[in-house]
């Protein structure tokens, strides 16, 4: 809005964006990964780059090593947003992208934000030689990781407050003196020679990809989709009858109106044509009020059925998430829950009553010519046959190929459409966007050539049926007129047959389009059913017993491996005999590297995984002994990977307790170190904040997740880097708020960065899934093992 941005003294808005972007890498605090192949992901950052650049760019970043151990190495599908790999995985492969594209204006938001000290200390490392020669902006709340910069800026509400290089702001023992005392206040003395430990990388085995469910398009699929129907049967009864009274209306209408014309041409009094006069006046009315009648019920029952399903495919969805849901894609959930849901609403209203309806109508109108004759009601049973039968037959086997296809190419681009809205950021600074769209175009051509074949198919059904309903109206007539002839059938009935038999067709002419719909109902369906038969990772015990009245966790030889996947059947332990004890009021804090098993620690006590062997014990008995619900009702959570809602601030935060008044609110936020900023904008807690809280820093979600926690009040707390994207200073106060707060709850703390590590009742150090240490902080300082290799490389400045 004002001032200017000079790029090589050259306004930025005179520059095309193409052109600046493509000297520019980023790496931002929330990198976005897509749902593709590690490679894939890490070739943003220049597409064109052969494999060796790739392992080259992730050796540099750290990440090679991990990625070997992955079941499919660098081709191993991550999961949106990188779903199937730790926070600090997918920072190093965001990494990877910034080393690729090797641009000569870098910017770093929180680069090294989610990786434990070690890895870190070695990113800074890489760092170095990556910014060498470079323009390079380096956005951090961690000073060690800035304090050989050129210049140093510190911003406050939007405004430089002071500004030098690092020896010059301690000198002036301001704002940044501040912030860097408040992070080296717990800094030990010297240490003692601490004894070798070899580093280790260990990464935490993606959740498995589970095959989708193997279906043939069987008529097991139509039953169950026509047993749903079981409530509303009589008004699928009662649409199918006034369906059938709908098309012999029309018939009636036509058989009338032609006698009266053939019988009127003979000048027979007007009390001969008093009878047709009204009956067409009453098949004219009655047509259209049956018309509207059936209209209006079908859709009713459809609607119905179809509100029913959504809300029940939703409750289906909840008990899989998150473990179960990993392997699909959100766009592909999403076209499920409405594409393959209004796809059914099809099925509904075209597949179930038509061919009931048609096979009343053609069973009534050929016992009505049999009536003048067996031989004519013979004929139109048999044209009945080829329309409302054999023809529908054909057109499903011609279109099913192309139904299917449709219908994946419908998932596929739901998918990718998802996948590129949220990565757009990073799609636009590595100059991908025409890569991506050529990705969606090209699902859009396939999907548009299946359309074209399909709808190619609906002309050529649309004709085969006029030409049989004519056929068989030519047929009754060369047949009739022998009988005419010979005085067996009224001269002024030969119309009337003719038009009968052709108006009878009406009932069979849907039937081709029901027939591509049940196709693609039946689809949508087994799509439906991959997920509804899907076994939940954790169900409820059968008696489930009330909410512990004890918060004190127990733990005893707990292990733990994620089922195997379709590309290995190896199981590899993520927690690996762990044991531990957290009563009420205890602090425990659960530190290591990236990938050691942590995050998992957390998912199994909420329950989202159950273990495979060992005890957890809550109160007197097992975890798995308790409701899920009210389990997790008494667990505060603070996540690394925080998901806000497209809603309020005051409607996020209420999740933590929905009846919670607003001093209560209140209250939560500014022991979360957030409602002065809340306060600062224009609807304050009635601000909309955007899908994922897109609208807040990454510093600003996390506080609004921490007073989410703080206002759920829960006796046993679990977080997981709840200081994640803090500066010094606020999480310094956070941290005094949070501790008063945990005196008499069960604390589970699981960070990499050794913050207030002084005030733990118990540390462990976990790495590949076991506990390689514990004790307090002085202890395992003392101890010179793997806590006091983390300890240093925290606070050592580079």
């Known amino acids: 809005q004002h001032g200017e941005i000079l790029i090589n003294n050259q306004p930025i808005q005179t520059i095309p964006i193409h052109n600046y972007l493509s000297q520019v890498s980023w790496v ?38 991990f990625i070997n151990q992955l079941p499919q190495g660098y081709e191993t599908p991550i999961g949106e947003r990188g779903a199937r790999l730790s926070a600090g995985q997918a920072q190093r492969l965001a990494l990877g992208r910034a080393f690729l594209k090797d641009a000569p204006f870098l910017i770093l938001d929180e680069a090294t934000a989610n990786l434990d000290p070690e890895t870190s200390t070695k990113i800074q490392i890489a760092l170095k030689t990556l910014i060498a020669g470079r323009t390079t902006l380096v956005i ?49 003395a010297p240490p003692p020679q601490p004894r070798e430990i070899s580093p280790r990388i260990s990464i935490e085995p993606p959740p498995p990809t589970f095959p989708a469910a193997e279906r043939t398009l069987s008529f097991s699929s139509l039953f169950s989709l026509l047993r749903l129907l079981a409530p509303y049967k009589w008004l699928v009864v009662l649409s199918v009858l006034l369906g059938w009274a709908t098309v012999i209306s029309g018939i009636g209408l036509l058989v009338t109106s032609a006698y009266l014309i053939s019988a009127a041409a003979l000048h027979p009094s007007i009390a001969v044509l008093q009878v047709p006069i009204v009956g067409v006046r009453f098949f004219g009315l009655a047509r259209g009020i049956f018309r509207y009648l059936e209209r209006y019920v079908s859709h009713d029952t459809t609607f119905r059925l179809i509100a029913r399903l959504r809300v029940w495919f939703y409750q289906i969805l909840e008990p899989l998430a998150p473990a179960r849901l990993m392997q699909y894609q959100s ?17 509904y209203v075209r597949v179930v009553a038509p061919p009931m309806v048609w096979l009343l109508v053609a069973v009534t109108a050929s016992a009505l010519l049999a009536i003048f004759s067996i031989q004519l009601g013979l004929i139109l049973l048999a044209f009945q046959i080829m329309a409302g039968l054999i023809t529908p037959i054909l057109v499903r086997s011609a279109s099913q190929r192309n139904e299917h296809r449709l219908i994946e190419k ?28 050529g990705k969606v175009d090209k699902i ?24 049989l309903a004519h056929l068989a109206s030519w047929m009754i007539l060369f047949t009739a007129i022998p009988l005419v002839t010979s005085g067996q059938i009224g001269g002024v009935y030969m119309g009337t047959l003719i038009l009968a038999a052709l108006a009878s067709f009406e009932a069979a002419m849907p039937l081709p389009q029901a027939a591509r719909s049940l196709e693609s109902g039946l689809a949508a369906a087994n799509r439906l059913n991959e997920i509804v038969d899907t076994k939940p990772a954790v169900s409820d015990p059968k008696t489930p017993r009330p909410a512990p009245e004890i918060n004190y966790i127990q733990i005893k030889d707990l292990r733990f491996a994620y089922p195997a996947t379709i590309q290995s059947q190896h199981k590899t332990y993520v927690i690996d005999g762990i044991s531990l004890s957290l009563p009420p009021g205890k602090r425990m804090a659960v530190v290591g590297p990236s990938g050691a098993g942590k995050t998992t620690l957390a998912n199994i006590l909420l329950r989202f995984w159950d273990y495979d062997e060992g005890r957890i014990k809550l109160g007197n008995h097992d975890l798995y002994s308790y409701n899920q619900d009210e389990l997790r009702a008494s667990i505060g959570v603070v996540s690394q990977r925080t998901h806000l809602f497209n809603a309020s601030l005051r409607e996020n935060i209420l999740l933590g307790k929905t009846n919670a008044s607003m001093d209560e609110i209140r209250r939560a936020c500014k022991l979360a170190q957030i409602d002065d900023h809340i306060e600062s904008l224009p609807q304050k807690y009635d601000t909309w904040i955007g899908e994922g809280g897109m609208r807040l820093s990454g510093g600003e979600r996390q506080r609004v997740a921490i007073a989410r926690t703080i206002l759920k009040n829960a006796p046993i707390l679990i977080l997981d880097e709840p200081t994640a994207n803090l500066d010094p200073l606020i999480e310094e106060d956070l941290l005094s708020a949070f501790f008063s707060l945990t005196e008499k709850r069960s604390t589970l703390w699981i960070t990499h960065r050794l913050t207030s590590m002084q005030v733990m009742d118990e540390i462990l150090v976990m790495d590949h899934g076991q506990i390689v240490e514990r004790g307090q902080h002085h202890g395992l300082l003392e101890l010179g093992g793997m806590y006091r290799r983390m300890w240093d490389l925290q606070h050592q400045i580079l």
Do not use: C
């Open 410 to 437: 419908q998932a596929e681009l739901s998918a990718a459409l998802v996948d590129s809205i949220q990565g757009m950021a990073d799609l636009r600074v590595f100059n991908a966007s025409r890569a991506q769209q």
């Open 444 to 467: 859009n051509r396939s999907m548009a050539k299946a359309q074209l074949k399909l709808g190619n198919l609906s002309g050529i059904e649309s004709a085969v049926e006029n030409v």
């Open 140 to 188: 951090a709340h961690r000073l060690n990781t800035i304090q050989e910069a050129d210049q140093i800026i510190l911003l406050d509400h939007g405004q430089v407050v002071e500004s030098g290089i690092h020896s010059q702001l301690i000198d002036q023992q301001g704002f940044y003196w501040r912030m860097l005392s408040r992070e080296k206040a717990t800094k030990p």
């Open 28 to 65: 931002s605090q929330d990198p976005y990964l897509f749902n593709t192949s590690v490679a894939d992901n890490i070739r943003l950052g220049r597409p064109d780059a052969s494999q060796e650049e790739v392992i080259s760019a992730a050796e540099k970043a750290y990440a090679h090593e």
């Open 331 to 347: 766009g592909d959930l999403l076209n499920r829950i409405h594409h393959d849901i209004n796809s059914l609403e099809v099925f």
